[in-house]
Each structure stands twice: as C-alpha cells, then as structure tokens.
C-alpha cells in the first residue's frame, strides 16, 4: 500500500492495527489490537521480533511480523515519496498504469496468498487392522458421539484451518490400507462422493467407509494416495492457471504407523517433488515413529528434489489443537514459495476477499468388521462395499 494513503508517508506515525477471527456468518471475532508504526514493523521483521496485542486493556497474545519491507522510492506530484510496505494488499492501480509484481526473489507467502493463491486440501486415512476394532473404546478408529478420537481430532483441527483459504470447499477423502472383494486398496474413495464439502462432510465421509463393507488389512502404503493427489494438484494447478489464478494442494495423510516400504516411499516422493504439492502426515496412536523421520530429512539438505514433507506425531500435540496445527503447517510457506519461485511464477495482483469469497468451515493384523466379536485375524464391514470406488475417479 502507498504510505502517502497508509499514513501520510511518515514512517513514524502510528498506525493501529485489529487482529479478528474470521467467522463465516460475518460476525468475526474482536482478538486483540496493537499501535505501530512501519519503522517498527521493518525492524521487527528483521529483528524476528514479536509485536504484542492487547484486549480491553489486557495482553491478548503476540504477533510474528514475517516481511515488511519500504520499498520504491519513486516521487509523486505533491512531493510525498510513494513508498510501499510488501505484504499488504494494494488498491487497484489507477487507470493506465500498469500493476507491478513483488519481485520474485522476495515474494513470501503472504504475496502469494494475497495475490489469489488458493490452498486446495487432500484428506488420506490409514484403515489398516493395526489400528484396531473400531467398535471397542479406545481403539484409534472408535467413532463416539460425546468425543472425537484422534483422526477426527486431526482433521478437525488441520483441515479447518486450511479451508480458509479454499474458496469452493471441495475435499478429496481418501483411504488406503483395506480390502475390498479380497484385494487390498491403497488409494480408495471415502464417502458417497468423490469430494466433500466442507470439514462436515470431511468427517461424514470418514465415519460412512465404516459402512461398506471394507476389511481392515495390511501393509500400509503412501505411495498410490501420494501420486494421486499430485496428479489432482497438478490439475487444479492449471485449471487456476487457465483463469488467470494459482492454486498449491496440500495432502494430509493420517496414519497409526510407519510406511512398510522405506525405499518405495523415498522414490515416490522424489517422482512428485515436482507438482504443486505439500504432504503433511500425523501419526496417531502410540506407535513409536522414529522410523518415520527419515521423510522430513529426504531433501532438507538441498541440492536434490524439493522437500515437501513434514511428519508430526499427533500426541506431542494432543492438549492444544493450535499446537498440533502450527506444527504441522510450519513447513507449507516455504515449500509453497519454494515450489512457485523455481517455476519463476511471481504473485498474482493483490486481491481482496469478502465475506461472499471465503467459506469457513509393524507386522499388522487385518481387524474384521463383521458383527462377530469373536477373536479374529481380520477385522471386516459386512455390510455395503458395492460401491467401491477407486481414489479421484468419479463413482
């Protein structure tokens, strides 16, 4: 934004700041505010320094300034320097001069974001017998009314904050780690429809798998769930782009223990480190998943593919469902600017968005699902399961 509308063109002057959580019914909630000034926000971007926020007089949390910059120098008629602070929405440029994009080499995350970049989200659900009889309290997949086990908690809490920046809504829900007509399927449909809307119907389509028939089976695999959704990143990624837009998919993928095939996996994650793509996974459960951290060191060295994991183990985080959201989303910002600065894609224009564009919302066992509760080696849905659908084809 020009500072000569911002504040006169004084980098000294304050200037007040509201934080609010949005809520889709338009009442958004009042969290706090601060006085500044852009000097101050300059230095504590560059000082990594937290900036306070206060409610009715008492402290309400701190805010991380991750970018702010003064930059072009250039004069206007009244004699003001047009100067501008990176990161802040700009109006539309008036009539006959032309947009001009952040430059490429310090776009951030928030340029992207502000500029009409679009997080699409993937969902992938771990349905292997080491997870349990989920009609028995206290197994990973127990579905009560009264409280959410851990997959749901997962999704609620990471799902959700994704969504505020996905305009249509739209989720993939897939499974893997289940069989169907006696074959195991590593990347099946969840639900009735190949996308659900909204975080209810994320967890709609979770709860209804339990009702098709499946048996809960081994090994578990990433790989078809992983390539899949890359191919779905990769095609929303140009339909955005067919509309003057961006778009950047981020897979979640739920699991209770590590991949059983190491080498696979690493190969699988170097053959996609290419799309338009994150992949987020949380480990449920009390596995123990050191196995498992070998994905967040794949490529975090540099100088082989793109690194776009990040593994959390979901009970690190299990008292605050901010903490489990933080940790696991820590590492999209970089891997988003990562992915669009080696295509040399700048930040679209600013845009802004109103309320009418934002909706918020080991060896394994197979475990049969059968109403026999007897002591089984396979854990099997009777019921359903002739609507079986592959993962993102259309039923």
């Known amino acids: 934004m020009e500072l000569s509308v911002l504040c006169g063109g004084k980098l000294d002057a304050p200037l007040k700041f509201t934080v609010y959580d949005y809520e889709s019914s338009g009442k958004h909630v009042d969290m706090g505010h601060m006085e500044t000034t852009v000097n101050a926000l300059v230095n504590a971007a560059k000082n990594k320094t937290s900036m306070a926020l206060q409610w009715r007089h008492e402290p309400a949390g701190t805010i991380i300034i991750q970018k702010a910059e003064v930059s072009g120098m250039e004069q206007i008629t009244d004699g003001v320097q047009n100067i501008s602070v990176s990161g802040v929405p700009a109006p539309a440029p008036a009539p006959g001069r032309p947009a001009v994009a952040p430059a490429l080499a310090s776009a951030s995350f928030i340029d992207y974001i502000s500029g009409g970049c679009e997080l699409n989200v993937v969902v992938a659900i771990d349905f292997t017998g080491s997870n349990g009889d989920p009609r028995k309290p206290g197994t990973l997949h127990h579905i009560d009314k009264n409280s959410r086990n851990q997959y749901e908690q997962a999704m609620a809490a990471i799902v959700s904050t994704l969504l505020k920046y996905d305009s249509d809504q739209k989720i993939p829900v897939l499974g893997f780690g289940a069989k169907y007509d ?34 809960m089976s081994k090994p578990t695999v990433f790989s078809e769930v992983m390539e899949g959704a890359a191919a779905h990143a990769t095609q929303a990624f140009n ?95 970089r891997q988003l600017e990562g992915y669009f600065k080696s295509k040399n894609i700048a930040p ?26 007897g002591d089984e080696e396979e854990i099997v849905i009777s019921s359903g399961g002739d609507d079986f659908v592959d993962g993102f084809k259309a039923s």
């Open 182 to 215: 006696g074959v195991v399927r590593h990347c099946f449909q969840c639900g009735t429809s190949p996308e659900a809307h909204g975080l209810q119907g994320v967890l709609d389509a979770y709860d209804a798998t339990f009702k098709t028939g499946l048996i």
């Open 239 to 333: 339909a955005a782009v067919a509309k003057g837009s961006q778009s950047y998919t981020i897979l979640l993928i739920l699991t209770d223990g590590a991949v059983s095939d190491v080498n696979a996996t690493a190969a699988c994650l170097s053959k996609i480190s290419d799309s338009p793509m994150s992949v987020v996974i949380v480990g449920v459960g009390t596995a123990d998943f050191s196995a498992m951290q070998f994905l967040d060191d794949l490529n975090a060295g540099g100088g082989g593919p793109r690194d776009i994991v990040q593994f959390v183990p979901f009970n690190q985080y299990a008292n605050s469902s901010h903490s489990l959201t933080q940790a696991t989303l820590e590492e999209i910002p």
């Open 348 to 373: 679209g224009r600013p845009v802004i968005r109103t309320d009418s564009g934002i909706m918020v919302e080991d060896e394994e066992d197979e475990v049969d699902l059968s109403l026999d509760f």
